[in-house]
T-cell receptor
Framework: AQTVTQSQPEMSVQEAETVTLSCTYDTSESDYYLFWYKQPPSRQMILVIR??????QNATENRFSVNFQKAAKSFSLKISDSQLGDAAMYFC?????????????FGKGTKLTVNP | SQTIHQWPATLVQPVGSPLSLECTVEGTSNPNLYWYRQAAGRGLQLLFY??????ISSEVPQNLSASRPQDRQFILSSKKLLLSDSGFYLC?????????????FGSGTRLTVV
Protein backbone atom coordinates (compact mmCIF):
# COMPACT_ATOMS: atom_id res chain seq x y z
CA ALA A 1 0.00 0.00 0.00
CA GLN A 2 1.11 3.51 -0.74
CA THR A 3 2.17 5.80 2.08
CA VAL A 4 2.85 9.51 2.21
CA THR A 5 5.15 11.07 4.81
CA GLN A 6 5.43 14.71 5.75
CA SER A 7 8.30 14.95 8.21
CA GLN A 8 7.70 18.58 9.24
CA PRO A 9 4.67 18.94 11.52
CA GLU A 10 5.19 22.71 11.64
CA MET A 11 7.09 25.31 9.64
CA SER A 12 7.32 29.08 9.79
CA VAL A 13 8.41 31.70 7.29
CA GLN A 14 8.73 35.46 7.21
CA GLU A 15 6.41 37.33 4.91
CA ALA A 16 7.94 37.74 1.41
CA GLU A 17 10.45 34.95 2.03
CA THR A 18 10.56 31.47 0.51
CA VAL A 19 9.73 28.22 2.28
CA THR A 20 9.91 24.59 1.22
CA LEU A 21 7.65 21.86 2.59
CA SER A 22 8.85 18.28 2.34
CA CYS A 23 6.96 15.18 1.26
CA THR A 24 8.12 11.66 0.55
CA TYR A 25 6.06 8.71 -0.55
CA ASP A 26 6.35 5.00 -1.01
CA THR A 27 4.95 3.15 -4.00
CA SER A 28 5.77 0.33 -6.35
CA GLU A 29 3.89 1.93 -9.22
CA SER A 30 5.52 3.85 -12.04
CA ASP A 31 2.59 6.06 -12.99
CA TYR A 32 0.71 8.13 -10.46
CA TYR A 33 -0.34 11.64 -9.48
CA LEU A 34 0.86 13.78 -6.63
CA PHE A 35 -0.95 16.73 -5.12
CA TRP A 36 -0.52 19.48 -2.57
CA TYR A 37 -3.65 20.67 -0.80
CA LYS A 38 -4.02 23.70 1.41
CA GLN A 39 -6.39 23.78 4.38
CA PRO A 40 -6.75 27.29 5.86
CA PRO A 41 -8.45 27.91 9.21
CA SER A 42 -11.82 27.72 7.44
CA ARG A 43 -10.99 23.96 6.99
CA GLN A 44 -11.88 24.11 3.26
CA MET A 45 -9.47 21.88 1.32
CA ILE A 46 -8.05 23.69 -1.68
CA LEU A 47 -5.95 22.13 -4.43
CA VAL A 48 -2.67 24.01 -4.73
CA ILE A 49 -0.75 22.09 -7.35
CA ARG A 50 -0.58 18.67 -9.00
CA UNK A 51 2.12 16.66 -10.73
CA UNK A 52 1.87 13.71 -13.08
CA UNK A 53 4.65 11.24 -12.41
CA UNK A 54 5.33 10.65 -16.11
CA UNK A 55 6.15 14.32 -16.62
CA UNK A 56 9.74 15.26 -15.86
CA GLN A 57 9.02 18.95 -15.77
CA ASN A 58 8.17 20.28 -12.33
CA ALA A 59 4.70 21.81 -11.99
CA THR A 60 4.33 25.49 -11.18
CA GLU A 61 1.33 27.62 -10.24
CA ASN A 62 2.21 31.25 -9.75
CA ARG A 63 4.17 31.44 -6.47
CA PHE A 64 3.90 27.69 -5.89
CA SER A 65 6.24 25.18 -7.44
CA VAL A 66 7.29 21.63 -6.76
CA ASN A 67 10.57 19.76 -6.81
CA PHE A 68 9.64 16.29 -8.00
CA GLN A 69 12.38 13.70 -7.62
CA LYS A 70 10.88 10.45 -8.87
CA ALA A 71 13.83 8.20 -8.11
CA ALA A 72 14.02 9.53 -4.57
CA LYS A 73 10.19 9.50 -4.25
CA SER A 74 10.26 13.06 -3.07
CA PHE A 75 7.73 15.81 -3.81
CA SER A 76 8.48 19.08 -2.05
CA LEU A 77 6.46 22.29 -2.32
CA LYS A 78 8.16 25.65 -2.59
CA ILE A 79 6.23 28.80 -1.77
CA SER A 80 7.90 31.97 -2.98
CA ASP A 81 7.17 35.49 -1.77
CA SER A 82 5.13 34.10 1.13
CA GLN A 83 1.98 35.98 2.03
CA LEU A 84 -0.05 36.07 5.22
CA GLY A 85 -2.83 34.26 3.38
CA ASP A 86 -0.54 31.30 2.81
CA ALA A 87 -0.80 30.37 6.47
CA ALA A 88 -2.55 27.01 6.58
CA MET A 89 -2.15 23.27 6.92
CA TYR A 90 -0.59 21.78 3.81
CA PHE A 91 -1.23 18.17 2.85
CA CYS A 92 0.69 16.13 0.34
CA UNK A 93 -1.34 13.41 -1.39
CA UNK A 94 -0.78 10.46 -3.74
CA UNK A 95 -3.16 8.94 -6.26
CA UNK A 96 -2.69 5.89 -8.42
CA UNK A 97 -2.82 6.37 -12.17
CA UNK A 98 -5.00 3.34 -12.67
CA UNK A 99 -8.27 5.21 -12.48
CA UNK A 100 -11.55 3.85 -11.20
CA UNK A 101 -12.01 4.37 -7.52
CA UNK A 102 -8.42 4.94 -6.56
CA UNK A 103 -8.38 6.96 -3.40
CA UNK A 104 -6.14 9.83 -2.46
CA UNK A 105 -3.64 8.90 0.25
CA PHE A 106 -2.74 11.87 2.41
CA GLY A 107 0.21 12.71 4.58
CA LYS A 108 -0.41 14.01 8.09
CA GLY A 109 0.14 17.60 7.09
CA THR A 110 2.48 20.51 7.79
CA LYS A 111 1.23 23.58 9.60
CA LEU A 112 2.69 26.69 7.98
CA THR A 113 2.85 29.96 9.90
CA VAL A 114 3.65 33.19 8.07
CA ASN A 115 5.14 35.90 10.27
CA PRO A 116 4.62 39.56 9.32
CA SER B 1 -16.46 22.84 -12.39
CA GLN B 2 -17.85 20.87 -9.49
CA THR B 3 -19.50 22.27 -6.40
CA ILE B 4 -20.08 20.23 -3.26
CA HIS B 5 -22.73 21.15 -0.73
CA GLN B 6 -22.20 19.65 2.69
CA TRP B 7 -24.35 20.20 5.77
CA PRO B 8 -24.64 20.91 8.56
CA ALA B 9 -21.47 22.92 9.15
CA THR B 10 -21.40 22.15 12.85
CA LEU B 11 -23.22 19.62 14.95
CA VAL B 12 -23.27 18.78 18.65
CA GLN B 13 -24.90 15.47 19.44
CA PRO B 14 -25.23 13.40 22.63
CA VAL B 15 -23.72 9.96 22.89
CA GLY B 16 -26.14 7.32 21.65
CA SER B 17 -28.03 9.64 19.31
CA PRO B 18 -28.32 9.04 15.56
CA LEU B 19 -26.38 10.91 12.90
CA SER B 20 -27.03 11.93 9.32
CA LEU B 21 -24.62 14.07 7.33
CA GLU B 22 -25.49 14.86 3.75
CA CYS B 23 -23.39 15.77 0.75
CA THR B 24 -24.61 16.70 -2.72
CA VAL B 25 -22.58 17.41 -5.83
CA GLU B 26 -23.26 19.75 -8.72
CA GLY B 27 -21.50 20.15 -12.03
CA THR B 28 -20.66 16.55 -12.80
CA SER B 29 -22.32 13.19 -13.31
CA ASN B 30 -21.39 9.75 -12.04
CA PRO B 31 -18.70 11.04 -9.71
CA ASN B 32 -16.69 8.94 -7.30
CA LEU B 33 -17.66 10.14 -3.83
CA TYR B 34 -15.69 9.92 -0.60
CA TRP B 35 -16.17 10.52 3.11
CA TYR B 36 -13.07 11.45 5.10
CA ARG B 37 -12.62 12.13 8.79
CA GLN B 38 -9.99 14.44 10.16
CA ALA B 39 -9.18 14.16 13.84
CA ALA B 40 -7.59 17.13 15.59
CA GLY B 41 -3.98 17.64 14.50
CA ARG B 42 -4.01 14.65 12.20
CA GLY B 43 -4.37 13.85 8.54
CA LEU B 44 -7.38 12.67 6.62
CA GLN B 45 -8.65 9.15 7.10
CA LEU B 46 -10.80 7.67 4.35
CA LEU B 47 -14.01 6.20 5.76
CA PHE B 48 -16.12 5.28 2.72
CA TYR B 49 -16.12 5.65 -1.01
CA UNK B 50 -18.72 5.07 -3.70
CA UNK B 51 -18.35 4.59 -7.45
CA UNK B 52 -22.09 4.58 -8.15
CA UNK B 53 -25.64 4.51 -6.79
CA UNK B 54 -25.96 1.93 -4.04
CA UNK B 55 -22.27 1.00 -4.23
CA ILE B 56 -20.43 1.62 -0.97
CA SER B 57 -16.98 0.48 0.10
CA SER B 58 -15.80 0.79 3.67
CA GLU B 59 -12.17 1.45 4.44
CA VAL B 60 -12.18 0.94 8.20
CA PRO B 61 -14.52 -0.88 10.57
CA GLN B 62 -16.42 1.60 12.66
CA ASN B 63 -19.67 2.81 14.06
CA LEU B 64 -20.63 4.62 10.88
CA SER B 65 -22.30 3.70 7.60
CA ALA B 66 -22.76 5.39 4.25
CA SER B 67 -25.37 5.35 1.54
CA ARG B 68 -25.70 6.72 -1.96
CA PRO B 69 -29.39 6.89 -2.85
CA GLN B 70 -28.85 9.13 -5.90
CA ASP B 71 -26.00 9.73 -8.31
CA ARG B 72 -24.91 12.96 -6.69
CA GLN B 73 -25.96 12.38 -3.09
CA PHE B 74 -23.82 10.76 -0.42
CA ILE B 75 -24.95 10.30 3.17
CA LEU B 76 -22.96 9.41 6.27
CA SER B 77 -24.97 7.89 9.12
CA SER B 78 -24.81 6.33 12.52
CA LYS B 79 -27.50 4.70 14.61
CA LYS B 80 -25.77 5.45 17.91
CA LEU B 81 -22.93 7.93 18.18
CA LEU B 82 -19.84 7.31 20.29
CA LEU B 83 -17.55 9.90 21.83
CA SER B 84 -14.83 8.69 19.46
CA ASP B 85 -16.96 9.73 16.47
CA SER B 86 -16.15 13.38 17.17
CA GLY B 87 -14.13 15.00 14.41
CA PHE B 88 -14.23 16.97 11.21
CA TYR B 89 -15.96 15.18 8.34
CA LEU B 90 -15.24 16.01 4.74
CA CYS B 91 -17.10 14.90 1.65
CA UNK B 92 -15.12 14.78 -1.59
CA UNK B 93 -15.97 14.22 -5.22
CA UNK B 94 -13.88 13.07 -8.12
CA UNK B 95 -15.60 13.97 -11.37
CA UNK B 96 -15.16 13.30 -15.03
CA UNK B 97 -11.57 14.55 -15.03
CA UNK B 98 -10.80 12.09 -12.31
CA UNK B 99 -7.40 11.09 -13.49
CA UNK B 100 -6.00 14.55 -13.27
CA UNK B 101 -7.89 16.82 -10.98
CA UNK B 102 -7.66 15.22 -7.59
CA UNK B 103 -10.72 15.82 -5.50
CA UNK B 104 -13.14 18.65 -4.92
CA PHE B 105 -13.98 18.93 -1.24
CA GLY B 106 -17.02 20.15 0.61
CA SER B 107 -16.69 22.69 3.40
CA GLY B 108 -16.89 20.03 6.08
CA THR B 109 -18.93 19.25 9.18
CA ARG B 110 -17.50 19.62 12.66
CA LEU B 111 -19.13 16.96 14.81
CA THR B 112 -18.84 17.03 18.58
CA VAL B 113 -20.28 14.11 20.49
CA VAL B 114 -20.97 14.95 24.14
Amino acid sequence: AQTVTQSQPEMSVQEAETVTLSCTYDTSESDYYLFWYKQPPSRQMILVIRQEAYKQQNATENRFSVNFQKAAKSFSLKISDSQLGDAAMYFCAYRSFRGGSEKLVFGKGTKLTVNP
Amino acid sequence: SQTIHQWPATLVQPVGSPLSLECTVEGTSNPNLYWYRQAAGRGLQLLFYSVGIGQISSEVPQNLSASRPQDRQFILSSKKLLLSDSGFYLCASEGTGRDQDGYTFGSGTRLTVV
